[in-house]
DNA sequence: CATGGGATTGACT
DNA sequence: GTCAATCCCATGC
């Protein structure tokens, strides 16, 4: 797989989240197409780097195109992209994922921890639930997306184009009311809540223009 | 050094 | 809908 160069991260955040729909993560023997992301920058509370420069920000105020992986909860494991030019403190959190291969790998690591049953739209459907079966830990902080072990890839096939809709970020307490989530539309893969479509006589999803 | 709070998930009522 | 699990680190004394 082509890796994306380090300088397609060194862009305003915003535009990776978007541009990262589509894209390719792979580690080891699994991957799968990126399908939901969100984006934060030390701008705004909800992000780490919001703080400044601790040793637990440092990936994120690094350079761009490293992986800043950290444990949430105590129990998972969470995954972003380092974005902006180095001295900047912004990432993209890789939310969820449409498995491409490897999925018996992912099953097997899925249902180690704790996950009864796991159907193959719940094996990469949430932040946490991605890096477990993609096998990702602490130890990628701050790795290459470009030289690995986790690597990112451009779009192919029929990702070429995807239809990309907005929503606010999931499960932060601050600056909740940025619509900084980025979803594939009417993807099956995509974390709960869905962001388009709101029940009933919704309005409709809103596409990224670009 | 002690404390508190999560960018979550799965199990359960 | 509610809730506990559990670890890293930022903060304050």
Redesign the pocket.
């Known amino acids: 797989m082509d890796a994306l160069p380090a300088d397609f991260y060194a862009r305003p955040v915003l535009d990776v989240a978007r541009d990262l729909i589509g894209c390719t993560v792979e580690h080891g023997d699994a991957g799968g197409v990126i399908v939901e992301t969100?984006a934060?920058h030390d701008s705004e509370p909800?992000?780490?780097?919001f703080?400044?420069v601790?040793?637990?920000?440092r990936t994120?105020f690094g350079p761009p195109g490293r992986a800043?992986v950290?444990?949430?909860?105590?129990?998972?494991v969470?995954l972003?992209a380092v974005c902006e030019p180095e001295g900047v403190g912004a990432?993209v959190?890789i939310?969820a994922l449409a498995p491409s291969f490897g999925l018996d790998a992912m099953y097997a690591r899925?249902q180690l921890r704790?996950?009864?049953a796991?159907r193959e739209r719940?094996l990469c459907?949430?932040?946490?639930?991605?890096t477990?079966a993609l096998g990702v830990s602490?130890r990628e902080n701050g790795c290459s997306l470009a030289r690995g072990p986790v690597r990112i890839g451009p779009r192919q096939g029929d990702w070429l184009e995807p239809r990309v809709v907005l929503g606010t970020?999931?499960?932060?307490?601050?600056a909740v009311d940025l619509p900084w989530r980025f979803c594939a539309a009417d993807s099956p893969y995509v974390?709960r809540p869905r962001p388009q479509l709101a029940r009933g006589r919704g309005q409709a999803p809103t596409p990224v223009a670009r």
């Open positions: 969100e934060y909800a992000c780490h780097a703080v400044g601790t040793p637990r920000t994120l800043y950290y444990r949430s909860y105590g129990i998972h969470l972003n990432g959190l939310r899925r704790g996950a009864g796991v719940d459907s949430g932040p946490g639930k991605l477990q602490l970020r999931i499960g932060i307490s601050r974390s």
